[in-house]
């Protein structure tokens, strides 16, 4: 576990449980990792891996379920346009269970509430997120900008899932 209970700085209540932070992780190059040399988990039903064939990065599963046990609300967050729907059912092939999946779909819609302003391609904060996980320096950019935190984890780290921990945990003691 990443800290014990009574440590946590509880900031939230969803469905009736304390949350200690909204996490969300991007997807391509960071979840779904095609490059050489990236390990991958494998599918708990490997006969429908297949149909939605793309590789989960090796460590999600128990990262995922580490941070759910600590009280954090686990999202994705990706300017991908696929289907909320096929994201978490190729998640639940490899034993992931996340909250809310937000697509560019989602984003855009979200987005038309505002029609004057020129928001970045993607913003965890306006969906109530406190920490986004992805592969990419632009988005980190974009955060300093605009005002959402983000943590840049290379496709090609070895150490990622220390690193992801590392920061919910210094983020939840403040």
Known sequence: MLASKGAVNWR???FG?????RVSFD????LICYQPGVPRETANLPLLQHWLDE????GTRPLIADLKSCGCDVWICTSSSRSPLLVRLWLAL???????IITQETYTAYLRRFPDSQ????????FGIDLHIDDSEGVRCKGEQYGFDVLVVASNDREWVQRVVEEVK?????
């Open 12 to 14: 939230r209540v969803h």
């Open 17 to 21: 449980r304390f949350m200690a932070m």
């Open 27 to 30: 997807l391509d190059d960071m």
């Open 55 to 58: 590789p989960l990065r090796q």
């Open 94 to 100: 490899h034993g992931v269970w996340v909250g809310r």
């Open 119 to 126: 928001p970045p391609s993607k913003n965890p904060r306006a």
């Open 170 to 174: 210094r983020r939840i003691r403040r």
